[in-house]
């Protein structure tokens, strides 16, 4: 809800940053993405349990 709520904030073809620990955040938020036309710019675990997404507003 978070995500969705900051997301609706931002005008088309902004960025957005995502930080994470919660494992469960590497199926949601590409799915978050897919659904609602958003673009996954980046996915990647920096660190082993910290998983950083940057995404871009479609």
Do not use: N
């Amino acid at each position: 809800m978070m995500l969705h709520k900051r997301v609706r904030e931002l005008a088309s073809g902004e960025h957005l940053w995502i930080w994470a620990t919660d494992p469960s955040t590497t199926r949601d938020i590409p799915k978050f993405c897919h659904f609602l036309g958003h673009h996954l710019v980046l996915a990647d675990e920096p660190e082993p349990g910290l998983y950083r997404y940057q995404l871009r507003k479609g």
